[in-house]
């Protein structure tokens, strides 16, 4: 139901708390860091963060820089 919902993209920093609207996956290693429904943590922004420092492939994401993340609208 979350891909299909309403979604607005916000800043990674203001993601905390809000329920993603789409995937971020991490190549290496290749495992889903968060998917559609799942509320992003504090810990999944420091490990997105910590994988682009790193030059991990992220993808997923409507925006190929990982800046902005898709969240639902009014959750």
């Known amino acids: 139901e979350a ?3 309403p979604k607005k993209s916000v800043l990674l920093s203001e993601a905390v708390g809000r329920v993603s609207g789409e995937s971020v996956m991490s190549y290496p290693p ?13 810990d999944v922004v420091r490990y997105i963060l910590y994988a682009k420092e790193k ?3 992220l993808t997923g994401t409507q ?8 969240v639902l609208k009014g959750v």
Request: hydrophobic residues 40%; proline residues 11%; contains cysteine.
């Open 63 to 70: 925006d190929p820089e990982v800046r902005r993340l898709n």
């Open 3 to 5: 891909f299909y919902a």
């Open 30 to 42: 290749g495992i889903p860091v968060v998917a559609p429904g799942e509320v992003i943590t504090q």
């Open 55 to 57: 030059g991990c492939f």
